[in-house]
């Protein structure tokens, strides 16, 4: 049995997601997702998003392969320290946890790998295995089953009028997707300094001409502070506002529309909406040291 770890926001759980497919469909074994910290009191962010916002895609998740009183059961023991997996070995069948991140509770076998890296001889892996990680590397979307899972990451519909007047415009412009992660970022020390997004805006200008930037942050009120010392004028910006809680994917589906797109940090919701990205050209400036 394969089994993949999913949690966090829409962009781990998407990659984590990418992951257990190609698992599947490179290795043609199922791999369910253990969408178990889902079920806690205060599950981050917006909870498990992947079908509301991917109508195409096919995840298996955990929760659904045991009857509603055995997931019941296993959520309280895990709430009590034993990990779902520990769960499985203690009751006689024995997992080898494949990890590429911390944080895993297991006292059996466990083999630590390097994170974030491309190693398509997992899919290949014999017994009963529990992926433990974010995967977060374009080659397993846009390897040899890219036109596949594409399809299963195709947006619903964009809603509302606003947003479809900022697809408009993004379409009619010479668009620049701008992403400020702040907020849980400024507090871990991951947020990237207004520097660091001049630079990546100077870039840009030296081969993109008329450009204009549509910002998408959760700290506005820094972005607009701080929009001349990152060298942008105020007529070349357009704040993309109002998309939040369960709407904060709709960022993503613009960004993905964008026609360029500057990355200053290592947010996954960023670099995924540079991966699914549709545009024939797109002109990124890469400042995170990831593959695009």
């Known amino acids: 049995m394969k089994i993949a770890l999913c949690n966090g926001g829409l962009g781990n759980q998407t990659f984590q997601y990418i992951f257990s497919r190609f698992i599947e469909l490179a290795g043609g074994s199922c791999c369910y997702l253990d969408d178990s910290s889902f079920f806690l009191k205060e599950a981050a962010h917006n909870g498990f998003e992947m079908r509301r916002v991917f109508p195409n895609c096919r995840p298996k998740l955990l929760s659904e392969y045991f009857s509603e009183d055995v997931w019941e059961y296993m959520l309280q023991r895990q709430a009590g320290g034993e990990h779902i997996i520990q769960q499985w070995k203690n009751e006689g069948e024995d997992f ?18 390097p994170t974030n890296e491309y190693l398509p001889w997992l899919a290949g892996a014999e017994g009963n ?30 809603v509302g009028e606003k947003n479809r007047g900022y697809e408009r415009r993004i379409t009619e412009t010479n668009s620049v997707a701008l ?9 871990i020390g991951w947020d990237s300094s207004v520097e660091t997004y001049a630079a990546g805006v100077s870039k840009l200008r030296e081969t993109v001409s008329d450009p204009h930037f549509f910002v998408f942050s959760d700290d506005m009120e820094w972005c607009r502070e701080n929009l001349k010392d990152m060298g942008i004028r105020a007529e070349e910006a357009t704040f993309v506002e109002g998309n939040r809680g369960i709407d904060s994917y709709i960022d993503m589906q613009l960004m993905a529309c964008c026609k360029n797109i500057i990355l200053a940090t290592s947010s ?25």
Request: hydrophobic fraction near 45%.
């Open 179 to 187: 992403h400020v992660r702040r907020g849980d970022f400024v507090e």
């Open 268 to 292: 996954s919701f960023a670099y995924l909406a540079t991966l699914l990205n549709r545009n024939e050209s797109i002109f990124v400036v890469n400042g995170t040291g990831r593959e695009v």
């Open 129 to 158: 295995i529990y992926y433990f990680g974010y995967w977060i590397n374009k080659n397993y979307l846009k390897g040899e089953f890219e036109k596949i899972l594409r399809a299963e990451l195709e947006f619903a519909p964009l």
């Open 96 to 113: 080898t946890v494949v990890a590429e991140a911390l944080g895993y509770q297991y006292d059996g076998n466990i083999v630590k790998i």
